[in-house]
């Protein structure tokens, strides 16, 4: 800050310069260059330029803090009051000695007006656009609860804040100027905004948390076959634009298609920034090129060349597509139609049949059907504390893995004291990828573990598991409390790990999967080889065997299972793991009673 407010000192007093001949002192244009005098020495400190840097090592010195000032042509009015106040403290008095001097200050001071006034008006357009965005972000409409939040507002919250953060780095230099003592000695507050940013940090999306989600946007419509536009009706051009743009990322060309084509039927010529509009047709023409539409790649071309007619890249591919179509369609370009949509949901290469099959179990059509009629019955267990309060077990399955689901296994109340406690502690799930346990893309949502003695809560629940499955669960490991967000899913996976890395303990003999939330739309536990869906409802509970029943006991692969996509809600769910050990000599071990 103190070089750039040297630099206005010396653009404001070089205009009508009078030379002082080579008096060693200072004097009201500038000092001389080998001057010994001390305010000399100290202006000369301030004026030194900067050495010259390579534009990238210039971009991470400006980014080495998100809430870094960048740099500002002109100066802001605190820093050049500052300046007028103390200049006077630095030169000799030799100004009113000369009439010549002080007339010249007349025409100064006309031009230092000029300056001010037109310093005034970049401000007020500055502070206009601010204003404008302020607004937008007070008025815009907020869910009840994560539970009632849509897919397209959970989006549309991240790209707003995270185009804000971009705006207000850029545009809002001033919070960042000078200290609170200096805004104090002016009878002036000190903009708060600095301190705002700091405190809620940890709450603030990322470029890749707007990534994330529109990836997300984009499993959720290839889950649930939705139309872009029902998926995230009301959007802006730009939002509609950088899916899209994350979609040709992906390779999937064809989505990315619809995506782009739907930002420029729904941008307006008047409204939308010419920048935009040409984003839209570069991307739409590179899409279509990589989809073997040369004709209709050339058009958008030349779409983009009518907005920036000088862009040599442009015009090199204008020329490229002309030949093309002047050829006539080879080979190449028809094998290009034919090209594969990009799999991007299924990046554990799980055979496409069960692929296809978790997406239908997903939108909440079972291909399995009961050989009898499925009925609820009250089991007791021969244990006389479950007389007066026995087990609700309803059989979803029966044969080669045997499936229950536990209705009304947990209380409202409980449900809610869970995630109120799970709340603070979420962290990034983490799945086993190669030798270690990381965050990956094919699980996305976020976790906390409770163990049994966290409180009175957890340790009814964890007592009333082991009540329900009749199993032991001093190996078990502790309850896990996980929340799936927008398009939050696991794909489908086992949750056994195999002989090959087996813990002390045993391996994961049964999961016992507790449901808090009830889900609008979408989060079913589907089980592609057994071609059931559970759908998520409050208080329910699935339990399952992950191990088969004879010796080895090794993976049972039919318990291939996996989180569906949250298209509507939020889903959150409680599991508990069960192990081998302490559970050899139970009677439920061998198989499900």
């Known amino acids: 800050a103190t070089v750039g407010i040297a630099t206005v000192t010396t653009k404001i007093f070089n205009r009508g310069r009078v030379s002082s001949g080579n008096s060693p002192y200072c004097n009201p244009n500038g000092c001389q260059i080998h001057s010994t005098h001390s305010c000399c020495r100290v202006r000369a400190k301030r004026t030194k330029k900067k050495k010259n840097l390579p534009p990238s090592l210039l971009k991470n010195r400006r980014a080495a803090s998100p809430l870094a000032m960048r740099t500002t042509v002109v100066a802001t009015t605190v820093a050049v009051l500052v300046l007028l106040v103390s200049a006077p403290g630095c030169q000799s008095a030799e100004m009113f000695t000369s009439a010549a001097n002080v007339h010249n200050l007349f025409s100064v001071e006309k031009d230092m007006g000029s300056h001010i006034k037109e310093y005034i008006r970049s401000e007020e357009m500055r502070l206009a656009k601010l204003r404008e965005l302020a607004d937008t972000l007070e008025t815009a409409k907020v869910p009840k609860s994560d539970i009632d939040m849509l897919p397209a507002e959970a989006f549309s919250v991240i790209k707003r804040m995270v185009d804000t953060l971009r705006t207000v780095n850029a545009m809002v230099p001033a919070a960042y100027v000078g200290s609170s003592a200096m805004f104090a000695e002016m009878g002036l507050v000190r903009p708060d905004l600095t301190d705002f940013l700091q405190s809620v940090q940890p709450m603030l999306p990322s470029t890749a948390d707007l990534k994330g ?79 073997g539409e040369i004709e209709e790649a050339l058009d958008a071309s030349l779409r983009y060349l009518s907005l920036h007619p000088d862009n040599k890249r442009v015009q090199k591919n204008v020329e490229y597509y002309q030949d093309l179509v002047a050829q006539g369609e080879s080979e190449e370009e028809k094998q290009r139609k034919q090209v594969r949509n990009y799999n991007q949901d299924n990046l554990l290469a799980h055979d496409e049949t069960d692929v296809s099959t978790f997406r239908t179990l997903c939108r909440g059509f079972n291909t399995y059907v009961p050989p009898r009629p499925q009925f609820c019955t009250l089991e007791t267990y021969n244990q006389p504390h479950l007389l007066l309060k026995p087990v609700k077990v309803e059989r979803i399955l029966d044969g080669i893995v045997d499936m229950k689901v536990f209705r009304d296994f947990a209380t409202a109340e409980e449900c809610e004291h869970l995630k109120s406690e799970a709340r603070g502690r979420l962290e990034r799930a983490v799945a086993f990828s190669g030798e270690k346990f990381m965050p990956t893309e094919y699980r996305i949502s976020t976790v906390s573990w409770f163990p049994p003695n966290h409180d009175d809560v957890v340790q ?17 490991e502790h309850l896990q409390i996980s929340n799936y967000g927008i398009g939050g899913q696991y794909e489908p996976h086992q949750d056994s790990h195999g002989a090959h890395r087996k813990p002390e303990n045993g391996d994961r003999l049964a999961t016992f999967m507790i449901y808090l939330s009830n889900v609008t739309a979408g989060g079913y536990t589907a089980f592609p ?64 009673n």
């Open 529 to 592: 080889r057994l071609g059931v869906g559970i759908p998520p409802r409050m208080g329910d509970a699935a339990f399952w065997r992950n191990l088969q029943t004879e010796e080895p006991f090794d993976i049972n692969r039919n318990t291939l299972h996996g989180g569906c996509p949250v298209l509507s809600g939020s889903k959150w769910v409680a599991n508990k793991w069960i192990h081998e050990a302490g559970n050899e000599f139970c009677p439920a071990f061998k198989g499900m």
């Open 460 to 476: 009814r629940i964890n007592d009333r598991i082991s009540d329900a499955t009749q199993l032991d669960l001093d190996y078990a």
């Open 213 to 291: 989600a529109a990836t997300s946007l984009l499993r959720l419509q290839r889950t649930y076959e939705v139309a872009p536009d029902s998926l995230v009706p009301g959007a802006t051009p730009s939002e509609f634009l950088y899916i899209g743009q994350v979609a040709y990322d992906q390779r999937d060309y064809l989505t990315a298609r619809e995506w782009l084509q739907l930002a420029l039927t729904t941008a307006n010529i008047t409204t939308t920034s010419t920048d935009t509009l040409a984003t839209i047709y570069d991307y739409l023409a590179f899409t279509q090129y990589e989809l």
